[in-house]
């Protein structure tokens, strides 16, 4: 089967330094991938880059088998790929429901369009109903999500991210500033909603890793120097050295 | 699962009484439209009333631009000055071929005017969002404004090109001669306008506007390219700017150059950031406001502009949400029962405000006539009490209001945002405010 | 024609240089504080008119000195009192604080000082031909003025390489995001680099005053040019601001002094043809087109290169 994702020798240079160094990566369908890695390593910028943010300084990424290096962002999430933000990046004047619904808009087909009326849609109105109760955001529907609190505004990323209905999904640290229980929460949704896709998750915490992921690849100084079962990246030496050394003590 | 189609099926009926209170404000309005020239008819309030109509489509369509799209624009007055134009040449034209098209339908071609040029123009202009926006769009506009004085053919140079509305075909025995007549044609595109463009912050297109408005950035990640929403939004706003420039042709039987300027850019980004631009009336208030100063402010000052700018520097600073946001935010304390929390700070700060408003209007006025005569003695009246320009009384009432009042005003200001701090946060308690 | 060329150079440079006194500022704060500065064509014409009215109280020299600061006064005071507190509104509540700002410096220096020309004459000493050439006699005040644009110039070059604030100014330029991050005094920096700019711009006004027309709508008229000039030569950057200030100076003055159209090179048209579009281009002469020059070249560079001649910036 195509992998969903693969990453084919991608380099990454601003001016003369280079960031993301002979990248390689695969993620199967259906798989939960994590990508970790120290402070600096080029996570983010590997997302930016999958994700259209960026465009790579050479290399190749396919999604589904197609070539989408190059293409803008909204061309690739059309394609099926979406995509949440470590900072929070919420539509912050428009309400919880307006923010998940303007997400449903493309993939429910109404596009631009303008001789709709977006309230008279039941299928975009169901979906959205159906997300906020997914992220447990239904009795909020009506705040401006500028005025959520921090973890309810990181719910409603993932809602926005899921919303779309695609079957990639890549959330760069969904859990980063929540509390113990908050976090329980998150995964808990985060393995509920995407149930049956691809996920790609940049995470810090590494019992959240270890929970979630099927697969881990670790990310040192852009490139890639393992990728493996949880237990066979437990298990290998150069991790251990580059890594998990450094960091669980 | 239940509780998803329960609240659902909530949606709809809350749908179906907004959509009750939709129509019937609607009605409202159009009831509004017709009955104001009865109770107000004398020739004078019936020409405001068009002039306010002709704003009110204006200043909507440039809410399209920077209420939901986020797009501020110091160019909007060129749409309106080529509707204006492209209604003047297409009447002309009917006057003389006999075309058989009646007056009520030249708006429209003042609309595509608008949009022609939108469409020809806006895909390089919406290339990019914020300060670029706004510099470009003054750009375009001062290029089309100093081109319309070279074009004579097209645009009649100084003098600009005449018509005569009465010349077009008549329909239902409406010559529209009167200006009565005028106004009820204004009236019904007005009413027309205001709906559509209210229905196009209700579609897809008008939503995805404000997520682009709120975050361009996040728009490229749930499939939507920004440009293009830019764009499209750019469009609309020229479509029924050039509506509102065709009306005034027709109005004034006259385009000139004066239609496409830098002053009428101005004005209309003044009147839809005093109303409130976040919200679907602000622009109107902002029209009826901004056209009615204009014309009872010009009789009684000469420096009328320097007041225009005053208070939009004054909302700029302290009522971003112009208006309409200031009317706005007491929604929640009244639904809370907290309003009368705040009103006695309201009473009491609006007398040393109302000083300092004084101390700058003598101060504007006593100047602005004392230069004018060159320094000699002249009179200026204000709330009925004669004040010598050159008396150092004068002077030293002014200063005193100003400063005193300033310092005073200051105070109970204060007074105001604690007892509204008091009375939200009860509101917030009660629920009425996130 | 080799006169017109001559006269017409020093013209223009002149013209660039004054640009450049003004979009400089501009672009220092436009990268620095975000804040596209409405009223910065607003600030020349204040310095023009205290200019004037110094010159008549106490002379033109100390005038000079005077109202450029008075102009940078009345800039720090706008950045203090203005744009600091409508900063947490966003940059488009600050630059429609400019906006309003343009606005009622235009309504009030024409309130104060009329609407008409006011009568800012070169100052006696400086009123001779500096020399000759061809016919033409070159007025020694535009070499003073020439002189005090180059002087700036140099100085600024200086005080941006060696200074701390220049440091931190030059810092802005390249990295927009990392002023933020200049600690406490980061407010005192804005207010001093607003307040140098105003007072650069004021300046400009009062050297060009009695050389161009000290009239109330003088911002107006300029106000538009600096745009063109801050896009066309990049958004922050210094260099890109100083080519596009000599060359749409060099452009307009050039395009002043040509009378011909392509009626006068090609001879009329068929006057059976009639008024049309076509008949206004032909006749139109290039003098005639110099004052919409400067937004073709700025619709020019927007298909062209949209981010200005030497700009990085994609903001």
Redesign the interface.
Same mark, same amino acid.
């Given at each position: 089967m195509t992998p969903a994702i693969e990453v084919r020798a991608v380099e990454k240079h601003f001016g003369n330094v280079s960031i993301i160094k002979d990248l390689n990566l695969s993620v199967a369908q259906g798989e939960r991938h994590a990508i970790i890695g120290p402070n600096g390593a080029g996570k983010s910028t590997t997302f930016n880059l999958i994700?259209?943010y960026l465009s790579p300084s050479s290399g190749e990424i396919r999604l589904n088998g197609n070539v989408i290096s190059g293409l803008?962002?909204?061309e690739i999430?059309?394609r099926g790929l979406?995509?949440s933000?470590q900072v929070t990046?919420?539509? =912050? *004047?428009?309400t919880v429901w &307006?923010n998940v !619904?303007? =997400?449903v808009?493309? =993939?429910t087909g109404?596009?631009?369009?303008?001789?709709?009326?977006?309230?008279?849609?039941p299928e975009v *109105? !169901?979906r959205t109903? &159906?997300i906020? &109760?997914d992220i447990h955001l239904?009795h909020r529907r009506d705040?401006?999500a500028g005025?959520l609190t921090y973890a309810e505004q990181r719910e409603l990323e993932i809602g926005?991210?899921i =919303?779309?209905g695609a079957n990639v999904i890549m959330l760069d640290e969904p859990t980063a500033g929540m509390s113990h229980a908050e976090t329980e929460r998150a995964v808990a949704l985060i393995r509920r909603l995407t149930e049956g896709r691809t996920l790609v998750i940049v995470e810090h915490d590494m019992s959240v890793v270890f929970g979630l992921a099927d697969r881990i690849s670790v990310l040192v100084y852009g490139h890639i120097i393992a990728s493996g079962t949880p237990e066979e990246i437990r298990a290998n030496p150069k991790v251990k050295e580059a890594y998990l050394g450094e960091e669980a003590h | 699962m239940t509780?998803?189609a329960a609240?659902?099926s909530d949606? @709809?009926a809350k749908?179906s009484g907004q959509n009750l209170r939709f129509y019937g404000l609607w009605v409202i309005a159009a009831i509004a439209l017709v009955v104001l020239p009865l109770i107000f008819s004398s020739g004078g309030s019936l020409t405001s009333f068009s002039l306010i109509g002709i704003a009110i489509i204006f200043a909507l369509s440039y809410n399209i631009l920077l209420g939901e799209t986020g797009l501020l624009s110091f160019g909007h007055a060129v749409y309106y000055g080529l509707g204006g134009f492209a209604a003047v040449h297409v009447m002309n034209a009917v006057a003389a071929r006999g075309w058989p098209i009646p007056l009520p339908l030249i708006p429209l071609v003042g609309g595509i005017g608008g949009l022609v040029f939108a469409l020809l123009i806006g895909w390089v202009m919406t290339r990019r969002a914020g300060t670029v926006f706004a510099m470009i769009s003054l750009g375009i506009g001062e290029l089309v404004g100093s081109s319309s004085l070279i074009l004579r053919s097209v645009f009649g140079g100084e003098s600009g090109i005449s018509t005569d509305r009465t010349a077009l075909p008549h329909i239902f025995g409406w010559t529209f001669g009167p200006q009565i007549q005028v106004y009820y044609l204004i009236a019904f595109w007005v009413l027309v306008s205001a709906m559509a463009m209210y229905?196009?912050t209700?579609?897809?297109?008008?939503?995805?506007c404000?997520?682009v408005?709120?975050?361009p950035?996040?728009?490229?990640?749930?499939?939507?390219?920004p440009h293009?929403?830019r764009y499209?939004a750019y469009s609309?706003a020229g479509f029924f700017a050039g509506i509102a420039g065709g009306l005034a042709a027709i109005n004034f039987e006259i385009a000139n150059s004066a239609y496409l300027g830098a002053v009428q850019s101005g004005m209309v980004l003044f009147a839809t950031f005093i109303g409130g631009a976040?919200y679907f009336f602000g622009p109107i208030l902002g029209a009826i406001l901004v056209t009615y100063l204009q014309l009872g402010l010009t009789s009684l000052t000469s420096v009328w502009q320097l007041y225009f700018g005053i208070i939009f520097i004054g909302i700029v600073m302290f009522a971003p949400g112009g208006i309409a946001g200031l009317l706005m935010m007491h929604r929640p304390l009244i639904r809370a029962g907290t309003l009368g929390m705040v009103i006695p700070s309201y009473l009491v700060a609006a007398l040393p405000t109302l000083a300092l408003a004084c101390g700058v209007i003598l101060s504007i006025e006593t100047v602005a006539r004392y230069t004018v005569t060159g320094g000699e003695g002249n009179i200026v009246k204000l709330l009925g009490i004669p004040f010598n320009t050159t008396a150092p009384a004068t002077w030293g009432i002014a200063a005193v209001l100003v400063v005193g009042g300033f310092i005073v005003a200051r105070i109970t200001w204060r007074r105001i945002a604690e007892a509204w701090d008091r009375a939200a946060s009860i509101a917030r308690d009660r629920g009425y405010l @996130? | 024609m080799l006169e017109l060329i001559v006269i017409s150079t020093l013209n223009g440079v002149l013209f660039g240089m004054l640009l450049f006194l003004l979009s400089s500022g501009l672009t220092v704060i436009f990268s620095m504080m975000g804040v596209l500065n409405f009223a910065h064509a607003s600030f020349y014409m204040l310095g023009a008119f205290f200019g004037y009215q110094l010159t008549k109280w106490i002379g033109f020299w100390p005038a000079l000195v005077l109202a450029p600061l008075l102009v940078g006064a009345v800039g720090m005071a706008v950045e203090r009192y203005g744009l600091r507190n409508t900063h947490k509104h966003g940059h488009v509540a600050e630059l429609l604080l400019t906006f309003g700002l343009a606005f009622a410096i235009e309504e009030i220096v024409s309130m104060i000082w009329g609407k008409s020309p006011v009568d800012y004459r070169v100052p006696a000493a400086l009123d001779f031909p500096a020399f000759t050439i061809f016919s033409t006699n070159y007025p020694a005040y535009k070499i003073f003025m020439l002189a005090i644009s180059v002087l700036i110039f140099v100085a600024l070059l200086i005080a941006l390489k060696r200074t701390r604030v220049g440091l931190i100014v030059q810092a802005a330029l390249t990295h927009p995001h990392m002023v933020g991050h200049l600690g406490h005094n980061v407010g005192q920096v804005f207010m001093l680099v607003f307040g140098v700019g105003s007072a650069l711009a004021g300046l400009a006004g009062v050297i060009a005053g009695p050389a161009l027309v000290t009239q109330s709508d003088m911002a107006a008229l300029l106000g538009p040019i600096l745009f063109v000039v801050i896009v066309f030569g990049g958004l922050g950057s210094l260099p890109g601001a100083f080519i596009a200030s000599l060359f749409i100076g060099l452009v307009q003055t050039f395009a002043v002094a040509l009378n011909g159209s392509l009626a006068s090179t090609f001879g009329p048209l068929d006057p059976s043809i009639g008024p049309s579009v076509l008949t206004d281009i032909w006749n139109v002469t290039i003098a005639q087109i110099a004052p919409v020059l400067p937004y073709v070249l700025l619709v020019v560079i927007l298909i062209v290169r949209p981010m200005g001649l030497l700009g990085t910036r994609e903001t």
């Open positions: 994700s259209g803008r962002p909204f999430n059309r979406s995509r933000f990046n919420v539509f =912050a *004047r428009m &307006e !619904r303007c =997400a808009l493309w =993939a109404h596009r631009y369009a303008f001789w709709k009326n977006v309230d008279d849609l *109105r !169901r109903a &159906e906020l &109760e239904s705040v401006p005025l926005i991210t =919303a779309g | 509780s998803t609240s659902a949606i @709809a749908s229905a196009l209700r579609t897809p297109l008008g939503r995805i404000n997520a408005r709120d975050n950035g996040r728009v490229e990640f749930i499939g939507y390219d293009v929403v499209l609309f976040s @996130a | -």
